[in-house]
T-cell receptor, first 111, second 117 residues
Framework: QKEVEQDPGPLSVPEGAIVSLNCTYSNSAFQYFMWYRQYSRKGPELLMY????GNKEDGRFTAQVDKSSKYISLFIRDSQPSDSATYLC???????????FGGGTRVLVKP | DTGVSQNPRHKITKRGQNVTFRCDPI?????LYWYRQTLGQGPEFLTYFQNEAQLEKSRLLSDRFSAERPKGSFSTLEIQRTEQGDSAMYLC???????????????FGPGTRLTVL
Protein backbone atom coordinates (compact mmCIF):
# COMPACT_ATOMS: atom_id res chain seq x y z
CA GLN A 1 0.00 0.00 0.00
CA LYS A 2 1.28 3.46 -0.91
CA GLU A 3 1.84 6.02 1.82
CA VAL A 4 -0.35 8.57 0.03
CA GLU A 5 -3.38 7.64 -2.06
CA GLN A 6 -5.42 9.73 -4.48
CA ASP A 7 -8.20 8.89 -6.88
CA PRO A 8 -6.64 9.29 -10.34
CA GLY A 9 -9.81 10.64 -11.96
CA PRO A 10 -10.32 12.17 -14.41
CA LEU A 11 -12.76 14.47 -12.66
CA SER A 12 -14.79 16.41 -15.19
CA VAL A 13 -16.86 19.41 -14.04
CA PRO A 14 -18.62 22.32 -15.76
CA GLU A 15 -17.12 25.78 -15.44
CA GLY A 16 -18.20 27.46 -12.22
CA ALA A 17 -18.68 24.21 -10.29
CA ILE A 18 -16.91 23.32 -7.06
CA VAL A 19 -14.09 20.83 -7.47
CA SER A 20 -13.54 18.51 -4.52
CA LEU A 21 -10.28 16.58 -4.30
CA ASN A 22 -9.00 14.34 -1.55
CA CYS A 23 -6.08 12.23 -0.36
CA THR A 24 -5.53 9.70 2.34
CA TYR A 25 -2.19 8.97 3.96
CA SER A 26 -0.80 6.44 6.39
CA ASN A 27 2.24 8.06 8.04
CA SER A 28 1.36 9.81 11.31
CA ALA A 29 4.65 11.73 11.19
CA PHE A 30 3.47 13.97 8.36
CA GLN A 31 2.96 17.50 9.64
CA TYR A 32 2.76 19.69 6.52
CA PHE A 33 0.31 18.94 3.76
CA MET A 34 0.98 20.43 0.36
CA TRP A 35 -1.13 20.65 -2.73
CA TYR A 36 0.71 20.97 -6.03
CA ARG A 37 -0.80 21.69 -9.44
CA GLN A 38 0.83 20.22 -12.51
CA TYR A 39 -0.04 21.18 -16.05
CA SER A 40 0.74 18.76 -18.84
CA ARG A 41 4.48 18.47 -19.52
CA LYS A 42 5.35 20.96 -16.77
CA GLY A 43 6.85 20.65 -13.31
CA PRO A 44 4.58 20.75 -10.24
CA GLU A 45 3.92 24.16 -8.67
CA LEU A 46 2.89 24.67 -5.06
CA LEU A 47 -0.72 25.86 -4.70
CA MET A 48 -1.00 25.97 -0.95
CA TYR A 49 -0.26 24.04 2.18
CA UNK A 50 -1.61 23.50 5.67
CA UNK A 51 0.18 22.71 8.88
CA UNK A 52 -1.26 19.94 11.05
CA UNK A 53 -5.07 19.74 11.22
CA GLY A 54 -7.38 22.53 10.19
CA ASN A 55 -8.52 24.61 7.27
CA LYS A 56 -6.78 27.18 5.14
CA GLU A 57 -8.30 29.39 2.49
CA ASP A 58 -6.50 31.16 -0.33
CA GLY A 59 -8.72 32.87 -2.85
CA ARG A 60 -10.81 30.22 -4.60
CA PHE A 61 -8.89 27.40 -2.93
CA THR A 62 -9.56 25.81 0.48
CA ALA A 63 -7.42 23.07 1.96
CA GLN A 64 -8.52 20.89 4.88
CA VAL A 65 -6.61 18.35 6.94
CA ASP A 66 -8.08 15.88 9.39
CA LYS A 67 -5.13 14.18 11.05
CA SER A 68 -7.35 11.91 13.13
CA SER A 69 -8.62 10.22 9.98
CA LYS A 70 -5.50 10.94 7.90
CA TYR A 71 -7.62 12.66 5.27
CA ILE A 72 -6.68 15.70 3.19
CA SER A 73 -9.03 17.73 0.98
CA LEU A 74 -8.75 20.55 -1.53
CA PHE A 75 -11.75 22.50 -2.76
CA ILE A 76 -11.73 24.79 -5.77
CA ARG A 77 -14.64 27.23 -5.97
CA ASP A 78 -15.89 28.85 -9.16
CA SER A 79 -13.72 26.53 -11.24
CA GLN A 80 -12.27 27.85 -14.49
CA PRO A 81 -11.02 26.04 -17.60
CA SER A 82 -7.52 27.20 -16.57
CA ASP A 83 -7.87 25.01 -13.47
CA SER A 84 -7.72 21.94 -15.72
CA ALA A 85 -4.60 20.17 -14.52
CA THR A 86 -3.41 17.33 -12.32
CA TYR A 87 -3.55 18.02 -8.59
CA LEU A 88 -1.04 16.28 -6.37
CA CYS A 89 -1.14 16.08 -2.60
CA UNK A 90 2.27 15.81 -0.98
CA UNK A 91 2.65 15.59 2.78
CA UNK A 92 6.02 16.05 4.45
CA UNK A 93 7.41 15.61 7.95
CA UNK A 94 8.43 18.66 9.94
CA UNK A 95 12.03 19.49 8.95
CA UNK A 96 11.75 16.72 6.38
CA UNK A 97 13.36 16.70 2.96
CA UNK A 98 11.30 14.23 1.02
CA UNK A 99 7.91 15.05 -0.39
CA UNK A 100 5.73 11.95 -0.62
CA PHE A 101 3.35 12.50 -3.50
CA GLY A 102 0.04 10.90 -4.17
CA GLY A 103 -0.59 9.69 -7.70
CA GLY A 104 -2.48 12.86 -8.60
CA THR A 105 -6.05 13.55 -9.67
CA ARG A 106 -6.62 14.85 -13.17
CA VAL A 107 -9.24 17.60 -13.31
CA LEU A 108 -10.99 18.83 -16.44
CA VAL A 109 -13.11 21.97 -16.24
CA LYS A 110 -15.34 22.28 -19.29
CA PRO A 111 -16.40 25.73 -20.55
CA ASP B 1 14.04 33.69 -15.53
CA THR B 2 15.19 32.96 -11.99
CA GLY B 3 13.42 29.61 -11.56
CA VAL B 4 14.87 26.10 -11.61
CA SER B 5 16.11 25.13 -15.06
CA GLN B 6 16.76 21.67 -16.45
CA ASN B 7 18.52 20.53 -19.58
CA PRO B 8 17.85 18.89 -21.87
CA ARG B 9 14.07 19.04 -21.83
CA HIS B 10 13.78 15.86 -23.84
CA LYS B 11 16.17 12.98 -24.37
CA ILE B 12 15.68 9.92 -26.53
CA THR B 13 18.27 7.20 -26.21
CA LYS B 14 18.76 3.57 -27.02
CA ARG B 15 18.82 0.92 -24.35
CA GLY B 16 22.29 0.46 -22.93
CA GLN B 17 23.45 4.04 -23.54
CA ASN B 18 24.45 6.45 -20.80
CA VAL B 19 22.62 9.74 -20.32
CA THR B 20 23.30 12.79 -18.18
CA PHE B 21 20.86 15.50 -17.14
CA ARG B 22 21.64 18.89 -15.63
CA CYS B 23 19.73 20.97 -13.11
CA ASP B 24 20.41 24.61 -12.24
CA PRO B 25 18.62 25.53 -9.00
CA ILE B 26 17.45 28.92 -7.83
CA UNK B 27 20.72 30.67 -7.00
CA UNK B 28 20.29 31.23 -3.27
CA UNK B 29 18.93 27.73 -2.58
CA UNK B 30 21.28 25.37 -0.78
CA UNK B 31 19.11 22.27 -1.12
CA LEU B 32 18.56 20.41 -4.36
CA TYR B 33 16.33 17.41 -4.97
CA TRP B 34 15.81 14.88 -7.74
CA TYR B 35 12.48 13.13 -8.32
CA ARG B 36 11.28 10.72 -10.98
CA GLN B 37 7.75 10.74 -12.38
CA THR B 38 6.30 8.03 -14.58
CA LEU B 39 3.17 8.46 -16.64
CA GLY B 40 0.04 8.77 -14.54
CA GLN B 41 1.95 8.72 -11.25
CA GLY B 42 3.12 11.32 -8.81
CA PRO B 43 6.81 12.20 -8.50
CA GLU B 44 8.96 9.84 -6.43
CA PHE B 45 11.91 11.06 -4.41
CA LEU B 46 15.34 9.94 -5.62
CA THR B 47 17.95 11.94 -3.73
CA TYR B 48 18.78 15.30 -2.22
CA PHE B 49 21.82 17.51 -1.62
CA GLN B 50 22.57 20.15 0.93
CA ASN B 51 25.21 22.25 -0.75
CA GLU B 52 27.61 19.69 -2.26
CA ALA B 53 26.80 16.88 0.18
CA GLN B 54 24.43 14.13 -0.94
CA LEU B 55 22.52 13.44 2.28
CA GLU B 56 19.81 10.99 1.32
CA LYS B 57 19.26 8.47 -1.43
CA SER B 58 16.13 6.47 -2.16
CA ARG B 59 16.28 2.75 -2.75
CA LEU B 60 14.93 3.66 -6.21
CA LEU B 61 18.38 5.03 -7.00
CA SER B 62 20.04 1.87 -8.25
CA ASP B 63 23.76 1.46 -8.85
CA ARG B 64 23.25 2.65 -12.42
CA PHE B 65 22.22 6.08 -11.18
CA SER B 66 24.63 8.65 -9.85
CA ALA B 67 24.03 12.26 -8.89
CA GLU B 68 26.56 14.99 -8.16
CA ARG B 69 26.57 18.59 -7.10
CA PRO B 70 30.28 19.34 -7.20
CA LYS B 71 30.33 22.99 -6.19
CA GLY B 72 27.03 23.20 -4.42
CA SER B 73 25.41 24.94 -7.37
CA PHE B 74 24.20 22.94 -10.39
CA SER B 75 23.66 19.19 -10.22
CA THR B 76 23.92 16.34 -12.70
CA LEU B 77 22.07 13.03 -12.73
CA GLU B 78 23.66 10.26 -14.78
CA ILE B 79 22.03 7.00 -15.73
CA GLN B 80 24.36 4.30 -17.01
CA ARG B 81 23.29 1.40 -19.22
CA THR B 82 19.78 2.75 -19.60
CA GLU B 83 16.83 0.36 -19.55
CA GLN B 84 13.34 0.83 -20.94
CA GLY B 85 12.04 1.05 -17.38
CA ASP B 86 14.08 4.22 -16.91
CA SER B 87 11.73 6.09 -19.26
CA ALA B 88 10.20 8.81 -17.13
CA MET B 89 10.21 12.52 -16.37
CA TYR B 90 13.16 13.47 -14.17
CA LEU B 91 12.32 16.47 -12.03
CA CYS B 92 14.69 18.68 -10.11
CA UNK B 93 13.63 20.95 -7.25
CA UNK B 94 15.45 23.36 -4.98
CA UNK B 95 14.74 24.99 -1.64
CA UNK B 96 16.27 27.18 1.01
CA UNK B 97 15.99 24.46 3.60
CA UNK B 98 14.04 24.64 6.84
CA UNK B 99 14.17 28.00 8.58
CA UNK B 100 12.52 28.69 11.90
CA UNK B 101 8.80 29.05 11.34
CA UNK B 102 9.06 28.82 7.57
CA UNK B 103 8.11 25.98 5.31
CA UNK B 104 10.80 24.29 3.26
CA UNK B 105 9.06 25.00 -0.04
CA UNK B 106 10.50 23.07 -2.94
CA UNK B 107 10.38 24.79 -6.32
CA PHE B 108 10.34 22.44 -9.27
CA GLY B 109 11.92 22.74 -12.68
CA PRO B 110 10.16 21.76 -15.93
CA GLY B 111 11.74 18.31 -15.94
CA THR B 112 13.70 16.23 -18.44
CA ARG B 113 11.63 13.67 -20.27
CA LEU B 114 13.66 10.53 -20.99
CA THR B 115 12.58 7.95 -23.53
CA VAL B 116 14.60 4.75 -23.75
CA LEU B 117 13.99 2.80 -26.94
Amino acid sequence: QKEVEQDPGPLSVPEGAIVSLNCTYSNSAFQYFMWYRQYSRKGPELLMYTYSSGNKEDGRFTAQVDKSSKYISLFIRDSQPSDSATYLCAPIKAAGNKLTFGGGTRVLVKP
Amino acid sequence: DTGVSQNPRHKITKRGQNVTFRCDPISEHNRLYWYRQTLGQGPEFLTYFQNEAQLEKSRLLSDRFSAERPKGSFSTLEIQRTEQGDSAMYLCASSEGWLSGRLNEQFFGPGTRLTVL
